[in-house]
């Protein structure tokens, strides 16, 4: 029997069946991260194009917008790069040195957990948006269901960037990575996947430009700048 249903798995179409012990294939485009390494334990090969990713990190400017520029650098230009509550402005010199238009990334600034929620849901409805990144400290598990409803049905990827501590929360997304700055690198433990669980946490050495001093660093990118100076280099931003 055993080896009867392991013949009528092999006869089926490439990714319709996934076996928990294997690395799933995806039928759709993925996103290329950038980084060789980390492609090979994705399914699919990168970044999903439709779903929720969660980022969790114990505290922001680590590198975690450093694993992301290669992917806002490829974006379409006509559309809108969203970012959502960050903890702080980003840096728009390291962003522009990265290749990431500033004329299509859009800031938006709310103040309440219902409106982030919210701001979220209608940038993934919108139509208009490449990507969307938020920053969310906490959210059940309900709320983070309808997130990834509406990833899907946007097939816009939505990165969430919470805390370490939401780990312990079930929840929906397809991908749960795990941050941490390790001897200059950045850690990434793949806590969720569609496929077996890694054994140690990947290194990433993530890209420096010349001409930047490193505070504040490229691979940070979120500082705290004057406002007025932000929005005139380029940044398009909405308080809610």
């Not at 990168?46 to 990190?57: D, F, K, M, T, V």
């Not at 001897?183 to 010349?210: C, F």
């Amino acid at each position: 029997m055993a080896a009867l249903a392991q013949t009528t798995l092999a006869a089926l179409p490439p990714g319709l069946v996934w076996q928990a012990d294997r690395l799933a294939q995806s039928t759709e485009t993925s996103i290329a991260t950038g980084f060789a390494a980390l492609d090979a334990q994705l399914p699919g090969g990168g970044w999903p194009r439709n779903a929720l990713i969660e980022l969790l990190s114990d505290r922001p400017g680590i590198g975690e917008l450093g694993l992301l520029l290669p992917v806002l650098h490829a974006l379409p230009a006509e559309r809108w790069i969203v970012w959502i509550a960050p903890p702080h402005l980003p840096y728009a010199p390291a962003l522009a040195a990265a290749g990431v238009p500033l004329e299509r990334l859009l800031l938006l600034q709310p103040e309440e957990h219902a409106e982030i929620l919210w701001s979220v849901r209608q940038a993934l409805a919108s139509g208009g948006s490449s990507i969307v990144l938020a920053w969310l400290a906490r959210a059940d598990t309900a709320a983070l269901r309808r997130l990834q409803l509406a990833a899907e049905s946007s097939a816009t990827p939505l990165f969430l960037f919470r805390p370490t501590s939401a780990a312990r929360q079930p929840s929906p997304a397809v991908l749960r990575l795990r941050l941490a700055a390790r001897d200059g690198e950045l850690a990434v433990d793949i806590l969720k996947r569609r496929g077996p669980g890694l054994a140690a946490p990947l290194r990433l050495s993530l890209p420096q430009r010349p001409g930047l001093r490193r505070l504040p660093a490229l691979n940070d990118a979120l500082v705290r700048p004057d406002p007025v100076r932000s929005a005139a280099a380029g940044v398009h931003a909405r308080r809610g």
